[in-house]
């Protein structure tokens, strides 16, 4: 699998996967290249897997620094001690809020983390829908 481009030719994780699997089916070896951009691929599947990480609350330095919503998780609310849920909260204020005009404060809470962002179809799919479609 080579190119006279110097981009990489692996844009994700599904793509590094299926490369792998095309090298181990025929038997071949990787060049420094497939090696180079696997590497690439994957840091940016670490950089964005470290963006939803759960942040634990152990103290005031674990809080999020900036008002905004968050995916919090809130501890035993029920009769169960290991019952947990998770909502989108509003952090604001140095208070967690329900999403809502009421303001109605939430306590319990053991973690948050970034909201990820939502799903889109990659460009290189809306192109062939598009061509598909006559559009």
Not at 113 to 131: C, F, L
Request: glycine letters at 8%; one cysteine or more.
């Amino acid at each position: 699998m080579t190119d006279k481009t110097n981009e990489p030719r692996l844009k994700n994780i599904h793509q590094v996967v299926a490369f792998m699997k095309s090298v181990i089916a025929c038997g071949e070896t990787l060049s420094p290249r497939d090696l180079a951009d696997i590497d690439i691929a994957l840091a940016g599947y670490d950089h964005a897997a470290a963006e939803l990480r759960w942040i634990p609350i152990r103290s005031a330095d674990d809080l999020p620094k900036e008002d905004g919503y968050y995916l919090a998780t809130c501890g035993s609310v029920g009769i169960d001690p290991d019952d947990t849920t998770s909502h989108e909260l509003n952090w604001f204020g140095g208070k967690w809020y329900l999403p809502s005009d009421e303001m109605i404060e939430m306590d319990g809470v053991i973690a948050w983390m970034e909201k990820p962002k939502p799903y889109t179809e990659p460009a290189e799919k809306i192109a062939e829908v598009g061509e598909r479609d006559g559009v």
